[in-house]
């Protein structure tokens, strides 16, 4: 069935670094792929997506990257603060089935 | 994007009894999701609430379980029933608004079943 493999499921990085996380998606139809923080005790925030006809989107200190040929997508984050500290869910959709396959989790921690 | 609210935010129940969980919108979307997150896991859909007719299960999940109601295009509940400590988790509603595919969650529901 349709999976969505993400890597690390934890991470550490020192305030101010980079920190990047990874997903692979099984699905060729998949085209849709949005990315979710999930803070402590909170639902999960939309933070970023991209679409299948764009390699990179940015936003601020957030960049998203999406090899089709490959069938990854990975979630960029630069200068990272602790306020940053949360759980980053990826998810893949395909248009017209509203249902998304989530990875696994990673837990970013940034220590100040 | 979307303000979703959900009650309550949290409830610790006694197995064999039913809870209902409400989510309210502030506006209207087309489709309404209902997700279980287990300690320390990932999302798992439950079933798509369909306003007028009968919710669409995933695999797993039974509609005398878990029943739901979508009486209009803000509104949704979904009832864990016969509990048992299996259903400890968050259960989370998101909604999808009508000609986009992002999802927007609401804070959750967080059960504890002793």
């Known amino acids: 069935g349709e999976n969505v493999e993400q890597h690390p499921s934890t991470l550490s990085v020192q305030e101010g670094d980079s920190a990047v996380i990874k997903c692979t998606y099984s699905?060729?139809?998949?085209?849709?792929f949005p990315w979710y923080k999930q803070e402590l005790g909170k639902g999960p925030q939309l933070i970023i997506d991209i679409r299948s006809n764009v390699g990179e989107k940015k936003d601020q200190r957030i960049a998203v990257t999406l090899n089709k040929t490959a069938k990854h997508f990975s979630l960029h984050i630069t200068e990272t603060q602790p306020e940053d500290s949360a759980v980053y869910f990826c998810a893949a959709s395909t248009s017209g089935t509203y249902k998304y396959i989530f990875g696994t989790g990673t837990r970013l921690k940034v220590l100040a | 994007s979307a303000v979703i609210s959900q009650k309550p935010s949290r409830d610790i129940c006694q197995r064999g009894t039913s809870l209902t969980i409400q989510c309210q919108v502030d506006s209207q979307v087309t489709m309404m999701f209902w997700y279980r997150q287990q300690p320390g896991q990932s999302l798992t859909l439950i079933a798509t609430a369909n306003q007028g007719s009968e919710a669409t299960y995933e695999s797993g999940f039974v509609i005398d379980k878990f029943p739901i109601s979508r009486p209009n295009l803000t509104f949704s509940t979904l009832t864990v029933s016969n509990m048992s400590p299996e259903d400890s988790s968050i259960y989370l509603c998101s909604v999808e608004k009508s000609g986009g595919e992002t999802q927007y969650f609401g804070p959750g529901t967080r059960l504890l079943v002793l």
């Open positions: 699905d060729s139809a998949s085209n849709y």
